[in-house]
């Protein structure tokens, strides 16, 4: 059985740093794609950033590059969102998401974390 679990969500006044974990089991993670995803109220669910699988190479949206980090370690099966210098419109659930592109497509989302940047 796959499972993504996302942790870290919080609290976080305006200028504030917080960390997202997603530990992953069921999948051999290594051979997965991951990626950051978020939700606002009332908005749709946006890509923030990706770490390919074998290359870890990054990408990431206009709105947070230079404020946050993706990384991934393979030994854990777990990847991160270091988020830094946050701002109240960063408030959102953040989703974990793993791709795997074979014959077909393996795609599994994680439950989500609230992330809250007020004052």
């Known amino acids: 059985q796959v499972q993504l679990v996302e942790s870290g969500g919080g609290l976080v006044q305006p200028g504030g740093s917080l960390r997202l974990s997603c530990a992953a089991s069921?999948?051999?993670?290594?051979?997965?794609?991951m990626s950051w995803y978020r939700q606002a109220p009332g908005k749709e669910r946006e890509l923030v950033a990706t770490?390919?699988?074998?290359?870890?190479?990054?990408n990431y949206a206009d709105s947070v590059k230079g404020r946050f980090t993706i990384s991934r370690d393979n030994a854990k099966n777990t990847v991160y969102l270091q988020m830094n210098s946050l701002k109240p419109e960063d408030t959102a659930v953040y989703y974990c998401?793993?791709?795997?592109?074979?014959?077909?497509?393996?795609?599994?989302w994680g439950q989500g974390t609230q992330v809250t940047v007020s004052s």
């Open positions: 770490i390919t699988s074998i290359s870890g190479s990054t």
């Open positions: 998401k793993a791709v795997r592109r074979a014959v077909i497509v393996y795609t599994y």
């Open positions: 069921g999948i051999t993670f290594s051979s997965y794609a």
